[in-house]
């Protein structure tokens, strides 16, 4: 079983940092351990199981809420309720 916080390592690598899998692996070849990509793999397919439906609903929200107004400067401002900024 891995620990949850070598799970999130792995997790933010590959997606936050845009590490893949098989530099992760070199990685900790290097620092003196072992840790092959089919266990990476089988450590992300899980969560992604867990976390996509959550992920989706997030982007679901996103896409229904208002957009905000740009101004002429490119400042990003909320929308008033005459429209009037």
Known sequence: MADPSAIAHAIVSKY???????????IS???GFT?????????LDPTEKVLGP???????????????????DGRVGPRSQEGRV
């Open 54 to 72: 959550i992920v989706d609903a997030m982007f679901h929200d996103a896409k229904k809420a208002p957009k905000p107004r740009r101004r002429c």
């Open 35 to 43: 840790l092959p990509r089919s266990t990476l793999c089988g450590w």
């Open 16 to 26: 936050d940092d845009l590490l893949p899998l098989h530099r992760q692996e070199g």
């Open 29 to 31: 070849r290097r620092d």
